[in-house]
T-cell receptor, first 110, second 112 residues
Framework: SQQGEEDPQALSIQEGENATMNCSYK?????LQWYRQNSGRGLVHLIL?????REKHSGRLRVTLDTSKKSSSLLITASRAADTASYFC??????????FGTGTSLTVIP | EAQVTQNPRYLITVTGKKLTVTCSQN?????MSWYRQDPGLGLRQIYY???????DKGDVPEGYKVSRKEKRNFPLILESPSPNQTSLYFC???????????FGSGTRLTVV
């Protein structure tokens, strides 16, 4: 079973705009992570937020976590064409497994 | 360079012919895992390993085997591949639980 579900499934924006994607999950987690995947390639780790954190920043990325709503959001500010990719949230519940969602496909139009 | 190396990148095989996809990491990571990625289904965990000689099933282990005899290597074995195992496979490693994963470049497997 999949823990995370991203929303929207696809997002298209103009270069310079902000992109927001959301992730909802089902059970308690130790941490939540966001990854980027360029078409057909390996995933790249972007940021990890622990269950006791509410917000985290890394460059143009801002991640929030609301454990009461079991949801997270990833904000990419001032988007660039190079940000075009699929973005996945991944959750690490209390067991040993690690779950990915189905992803949000982001297209940034130059 | 810290990396996870998978081989081969592309593989076309016939039903029933045993194959192995290799995975090696040079970061002394304890945790390693295999995923398959299929359109509309995201990434699903096949097997994972917490450390040498410690492996466990993920969500979709049927038809796959793994072994972890050395810390750096975590091969994925398909004893009798079937067409429904046609997929994009990723190996990933992590220092331990609670840390981000490093992914390999993927192996695109086609079983005819």
């Amino acid at each position: 079973s999949q823990q995370g579900e991203e929303d929207p499934q696809a997002l298209s924006i103009q270069e310079g705009e902000n992109a927001t994607m959301n992730c909802s999950y089902k059970t308690s987690i130790n941490n939540l992570q966001w990854y980027r995947q360029n078409s057909g390639r390996g995933l790249v780790h972007l940021i990890l937020i622990r269950s006791n954190e509410r917000e985290k920043h890394s460059g143009r990325l801002r991640v929030t976590l609301d454990t009461s709503k079991k949801s997270s959001s990833l904000l990419i500010t001032a988007s660039r064409a190079a940000d075009t990719a699929s973005y996945f949230c991944a959750t690490e519940p209390t067991g040993n497994q690690f779950y990915f969602g189905t992803g949000t496909s982001l297209t940034v139009i130059p | 360079e810290a990396q996870v190396t998978q081989n081969p990148r592309y593989l076309i095989t016939v039903t029933g012919k045993k194959l192995t996809v290799t995975c090696s990491q040079n970061m002394n990571h304890e945790y390693m895992s295999w995923y398959r990625q299929d359109p509309g289904l995201g990434l699903r965990q096949i097997y994972y390993s917490m450390n040498v000689e410690v492996t466990d099933k993920g969500d979709v282990p049927e038809g796959y085997k793994v072994s972890r005899k050395e810390k750096r290597n975590f091969p994925l074995i398909l004893e009798s591949p079937s067409p429904n195992q046609t997929s994009l496979y990723f190996c990933a490693s992590s220092r331990s639980r609670g840390y981000g994963y490093t992914f390999g470049s993927g192996t695109r497997l086609t079983v005819v």
